[in-house]
């Protein structure tokens, strides 16, 4: 399901200025959104242009891809490589992959990452459309492992409710983790699964705004990464020398 929400700098319009220059359409997802929305919605508040963002929220990143490529959206969070072979973007961050095992489990006590074979054996949580995951399958499959899937979300919070119950053992993003439980436990997996790339995703045949620019920007720094190569030229009315 998708969710919306609107927010803007303190001297941001209600209307769209002239030129076009209508509120950011950026979609989001939960992990994301609790590593870089918040602060980035503190510089929105004290920018002087009076940036506005209208934010669309979903459970799943490939959602948010797709609108992007319809054009609903103009960026969005994404998990890189990217499902839709449209679009370009800048990679954010890593977020390594973990076994979130109920605390009571003789698993939460493990200092080293548990085996393909001792996966195979755990009812297990995970999201049902993630590429990272079908690759950690097909490993499983190769190796003449059969993974049993409990249940399959992309909901973050019902999958640490689930753990915390002791309904099975949820792979998922250490950002998708809930650090506040005391009822779950991170469990490492190490190279067993490639971390996922946090990235921000935009389509190539849309010219980003100045505006859109500048919240790449913003996420950029926010991120620590270094900045997208010659991002500036893609944006309308700037120079492209």
């Known amino acids: 399901a998708l969710a ?3 927010a803007g700098g303190r001297a941001a319009s209600r209307t769209a200025a002239p030129g076009g220059d209508g509120p950011l359409r950026l979609g989001t997802f939960p992990s994301a959104a609790s590593r870089f929305l918040a602060p980035l919605l503190a510089a929105v508040a004290d ?3 009076g940036v506005r963002l209208e ?3 979903s459970n799943t990143a490939t959602e948010l891809e797709a609108l992007v490529v319809r054009g609903d959206l103009e960026l969005a969070f994404a998990i890189g490589p990217f499902a839709e072979r449209d679009l370009v973007g800048v990679a954010l961050t890593e977020d390594p992959y973990v076994l979130l095992a109920p605390a009571a489990s003789a698993l939460a006590r493990r200092s080293t990452p548990p085996t393909f074979e001792e996966l195979a054996r755990l009812p297990l949580i995970a999201s049902p459309g993630c590429a990272n995951i079908a690759h950690l399958e097909t490993a499983m499959e190769l190796r003449g492992l059969e993974p049993v899937f409990a249940v399959r979300t992309d909901d973050d919070r019902l999958a640490n409710a689930l753990v915390a119950e002791g309904m099975g053992f949820a792979i998922m993003g250490r950002m998708q983790v809930d650090a506040h439980r005391t009822d779950t436990a991170v469990v490492e997996l190490g190279e067993l699964l490639a971390p996922r790339s ?3 995703a935009w389509h190539p ?3 980003l705004r ?3 620019v500048r919240v790449v920007d913003r996420v950029v720094g926010l991120a620590g ?3 997208p190569p010659r991002v500036a030229h893609l944006a309308v009315g700037l ?3």
């Open 205 to 207: 045949e849309r010219p």
């Open 225 to 227: 990464t270094p900045p």
């Open 47 to 49: 920018d002087p242009a």
């Open 55 to 57: 934010l669309t929220e």
């Open 198 to 200: 946090i990235s921000l």
């Open 4 to 6: 919306r929400l609107e």
């Open 210 to 212: 100045p505006l859109a």
């Open 239 to 241: 120079d492209r020398r």
